[in-house]
T-cell receptor, first 114, second 118 residues
Framework: AQSVSQHNHHVILSEAASLELGCNYSYGGTVNLFWYVQYPGQHLQLLLK??????LVKGIKGFEAEFIKSKFSFNLRKPSVQWSDTAEYFCAVKRSGGYNKLIFGAGTRLAVHP | GAVVSQHPSRVICKSGTSVKIECRSL??????MFWYRQFPKQSLMLMATSNEGSKATYEQGVEKDKFLINHASLTLSTLTVTSAHPEDSSFYICSAGLAGVANTGELFFGEGSRLTVL
């Protein structure tokens, strides 16, 4: 069964700092990868996704992620964070094709200080 | 994008009663919906996969007699928490994807339903 590991449970940054959140998954086959964000009191929103093609994926709000197949990783990055990026970030993986189960990592809580 | 709506968004009930939560795909058809549970400050745990017109598939450790799932149409799945107890208090979230040729494998999430059992 696939699993997802997020290395940082809680990250605190100052505005304008760069962000990188780690995500590793375990599954030997072809996968689809996602990063979701959950702002305080709101529901999950899709930041970006990787299905195939260019392993460097650009999402909304200046976020990007790079799929490195050899490392089973899909790290999320943003060059300069803003206070409004304060939220919880979830990495998720599913087996490629159709509606296989989407499995979430434990989440990383990001706090950005002005 | 596609919209998934849940109702109610919040529900408070007494211990021993049953509560039904609805999940609707508002502008698309969904042959498959997923139900998740999120405890405070924790991740989403998949409870079950709901398939239109057939029985749901439950994850290991999830009691199917306690969490009844019905997917009667391509736009509606319901989760009924039977004989609810305080430990069932949680945030329940559904998700759905597009059916047929529009299927990209991407899931869309509802806004969640917060259940509090007194």
């Amino acid at each position: 069964a696939q699993s997802v590991s997020q290395h940082n449970h809680h990250v605190i940054l100052s505005e304008a700092a760069s962000l990188e959140l780690g995500c590793n998954y375990s599954y030997g086959g072809t996968v689809n990868l996602f990063w979701y964000v959950q702002y305080p009191g709101q529901h999950l929103q899709l930041l970006l996704k990787y299905f195939s093609g260019d392993p460097l994926v650009k999402g909304i709000k200046g976020f990007e992620a790079e799929f490195i197949k050899s490392k089973f990783s899909f790290n999320l990055r943003k060059p300069s964070v803003q206070w409004s990026d304060t939220a919880e970030y979830f990495c998720a993986v599913k087996r490629s094709g159709g509606y296989n189960k989407l499995i979430f990592g434990a989440g990383t809580r990001l706090a950005v200080h002005p | 994008g596609a919209v998934v709506s849940q109702h109610p968004s919040r529900v408070i009930c007494k211990s021993g009663t049953s509560v039904k939560i609805e999940c609707r795909s508002l502008d698309f058809q969904a042959t498959t919906m997923f139900w998740y549970r999120q405890f405070p400050k924790q991740s989403l745990m998949l409870m079950a996969t709901s398939n239109e017109g057939s029985k749901a598939t439950y994850e290991q450790g999830v009691e199917k007699d306690k969490f009844l799932i019905n997917h009667a149409s391509l736009t509606l799945s319901t989760l009924t928490v039977t004989s609810a107890h305080p430990e069932d208090s949680s945030f329940y979230i559904c998700s759905a994807g597009l059916a047929g040729v529009a299927n990209t494998g991407e899931l869309f999430f509802g806004e969640g339903s917060r259940l509090t059992v007194l």
